[in-house]
């Protein structure tokens, strides 16, 4: 009991915040007329999520340290995937203020603070250094975002999505837990760390190997990478385009983290059959290099014949699953460094382009295709804006995405071996997604206009544009200043327990 009063709660400093700010906004919103605007209440809770990262980025010259006998760990990885996290949580909170579903906007209160805490559970994934807490915190970030799904409880869609949500999540859970369970059984033991010890000299290969595989498939499943992302389009285009962006950016940034500390933390000493590969991580290379490639394969052909942008959006963000899952899948010196920069920029180039979609949804009561014909001609920021979102989540030079997936690409060429199957798969693919990117483009700039002028452009959601917009080209023309912010984290070193 003294060492737990001993402990250094000042490094949960973040997490504290955002668990004050979802409580406090969760008794404000019980207390405030059913008639009043909810809508401060996510100004509040973007509030809470910034003031998080600027307490974030300040531990960032701190030591490597952790509490509880390592359950929580503040190093490197934490700090920089926290980062990444909360900027994404405080770009979709500028989405919940200024959204406005068809059949009313009551439920927003809720709406703010439940995001507030599928973030914590998202952040407290990134510091988790024993198997239980790395379970229950993805868990409250995957219960949440099924409330999330759900929150238009009048809409058919939306029920559908979170019903939807909730099968696939739970399925997902149970295999993650069952292979968890191996790992415990032949261990004894929950934390990280010591798992990592101990089966350095397990001789229980075949079964480590199906502990590796029932995990990998659970977090495939919380990743959407083939073929465990059926669900994906349907829960994207059912939920409110809010809580979409944010399972976009958020969860999937939570789902990298739960890959690396997990599979890489236990399994990369663990020992496999024959001399060569030397560790188990590295004998089942193969597998995770086959489901990149397929994930990249489908997710860009199936895009190619979506009328509907959010589910274009759903199989985009599949195929760019399947890039970073490339990035994993070389497991090169600078698997992480490419992870991050990836993640940070698909963030930018996702909410951003995702506010834009919120806004024409809002406006004209539907997802299709047409909402974007003529944009340039009443709105041409606005089109341009959504322009350079497009062309970066395409990676053409001179964007954001272009210097993620190039960063990804070298991963996988100068390691040795190459993997330049994948490669050149990842090459392909990204042509393949050029098709759909600029028929959207051609659609904003070249076709006549089929809906009544848009209005302009919220608060919140100016504010979310304007700052990814801002990031997306500093970051395209200025790589530097990424990598400047990346190499302040030390590539990592600190990484494993």
Request: proline share 5%; net charge neutral; charged share 10%.
């Amino acid at each position: 009991m003294n060492d737990v009063w001993q402990s250094d709660w000042g490094m949960m400093a973040p997490e504290w915040i955002v668990l004050a700010a979802a409580i406090v906004l969760l008794a404000i919103d019980l207390a405030l007329p059913s008639d009043r605007s909810r809508r401060p209440l996510a100004w509040g809770a973007a509030a809470s999520a910034v003031l998080a990262m600027i307490a974030t980025a300040a531990m960032i010259p701190a030591e490597p340290a952790s509490i509880l006998h390592d359950t929580f760990r503040l190093d490197a990885f934490a700090k920089a995937f926290k980062l990444i996290l909360l900027a994404g949580g405080a770009l979709a909170l500028l989405l919940v203020a200024e959204w406005a579903p068809k059949e009313g906007s009551p439920h927003r209160g809720e709406f703010a603070y439940m995001m507030l805490f599928a973030l914590l559970g998202a952040m407290m994934t990134a510091s988790s250094g024993d198997l239980l807490a790395l379970f229950v915190s993805i868990e409250l970030l995957s219960v949440s975002s099924y409330i999330l799904a759900g929150l238009r409880k009048t809409a058919p869609s939306s029920n559908e999505a979170a019903l939807k949500y909730v099968i696939n999540g739970g399925i997902a859970t149970a295999i993650m837990l069952f292979g968890m369970s191996y790992v415990f059984g032949l261990t004894g033991t929950t934390n990280l760390g010591d798992i990592a010890r101990r089966l350095q000299e397990s001789n229980e290969t075949y079964m480590l190997a199906l502990a590796f595989l029932l995990l990998l498939i659970g977090v495939s499943f919380k990743l959407a990478t083939v073929p465990f992302h059926m669900w994906a389009p349907d829960v994207y285009e059912g939920a409110p385009v809010p809580a979409t962006a944010f399972f976009a950016v958020v969860s999937k940034t939570a789902g990298f983290v739960l890959l690396l500390r997990l599979l890489v933390t236990v399994f990369a000493a663990a020992p496999s059959e024959g001399r060569e590969p030397s560790s188990l991580l590295l004998s089942m290379q193969p597998v995770i290099t086959i489901l990149a490639g397929l994930t990249m394969i489908i997710g860009s052909v199936v895009a190619l014949r979506q009328r509907s942008l959010k589910r274009l959006l759903a199989y985009s963000s599949i195929a760019h699953a399947g890039y970073l899952l490339a990035g994993f899948a070389a497991m090169s010196w600078a698997m992480i460094d490419s992870l991050w920069m990836y993640l940070l920029v698909y963030t930018l180039m996702n909410i951003g382009a995702f506010a834009i979609i919120a806004h024409i949804v809002n406006e004209t009561g539907s997802d299709d295709l047409d909402g974007l014909a003529g944009l340039y001609r009443h709105r041409p920021l606005l089109a341009a804006a959504l322009g350079l979102f497009l062309l970066s989540l395409a990676g053409i030079p001179g964007t954001a995405g272009f210097i993620a997936k190039l960063y990804i690409f070298i991963g996988l060429v100068v390691t040795e071996p190459g993997h330049y199957v994948l490669a050149a798969v990842m090459a392909i693919t990204t042509v393949i997604s050029y098709v759909y990117y600029f028929n959207l483009i051609v659609q904003l700039f070249f076709r006549p206009t089929f809906t009544a002028p848009l209005r302009r452009l919220p608060a919140g959601l100016s504010t979310a544009v304007v700052l990814c917009a801002l990031g997306t080209l500093a970051i395209g023309w200025a790589p530097g200043l990424a990598y400047d912010v990346l190499a302040q984290f030390g590539h990592f070193g600190d990484f494993l327990p």
